[in-house]
């Protein structure tokens, strides 16, 4: 398949401190194996902001996926949920490996290039609700466990 000559920012997230940008097509097109987010993010107080880079990984096989995640990290010593972040998303790159060659993308821009998200420690609620308690080890237990599980 081609690659996409149209992208949209689905979303963009700030927490644990990093800025997560979701990319998705709004062609035939697909994304390669590698997708490279270069932006900006003012922090709570700063007089001007932090650049910040992130590399996200396609869906197996290469060359299929529609849709990517990106985080990129920065410092931020007082970083706290419930605080206001701007960004802004300068540049998306594309390549088949990590290594590169990294090719710009420069079709038209769908969606939040830019904003202010208010953060949010996601990352750390997503993986608490991942957390599966200890399977009970009786039988009533373990028909409740399942049951949990299937409807929970």
């Known amino acids: 398949m081609a690659v996409t000559r149209k992208i949209k920012v689905k979303s963009a997230q700030v927490g644990d401190p990093n800025l997560t940008v979701q990319l998705g097509v709004e062609d035939t097109g697909v994304f ?5 987010v270069n932006a900006q993010v003012t922090l709570p107080g700063a007089a001007s902001p932090t650049w910040v880079s992130g590399v996200g990984q396609t869906n197996v096989p290469p060359n299929t ?6 985080q990129c990290s920065f410092p931020d010593s ?3 949920p419930g605080q206001s972040f701007a960004y ?8 088949d490996t990590r290594q590169g060659p990294w090719t710009l993308y420069t079709g038209p821009q769908d969606g939040a290039w830019n904003g202010s998200v208010i953060s949010n420690d996601f990352l750390v609620a997503a ?12 039988f009533v237990g373990s028909i409740v466990a399942f049951f949990r599980r299937l409807f929970g």
């Open 32 to 36: 390669p194996a590698f997708v490279q």
């Open 65 to 70: 996926s529609t849709a990517v995640t990106v």
């Open 78 to 80: 007082t970083y706290a």
């Open 88 to 95: 802004t998303i300068n540049s998306v790159q594309f390549a």
């Open 127 to 138: 993986a608490k609700k991942a957390a599966a308690p200890p399977v009970p080890t009786s």
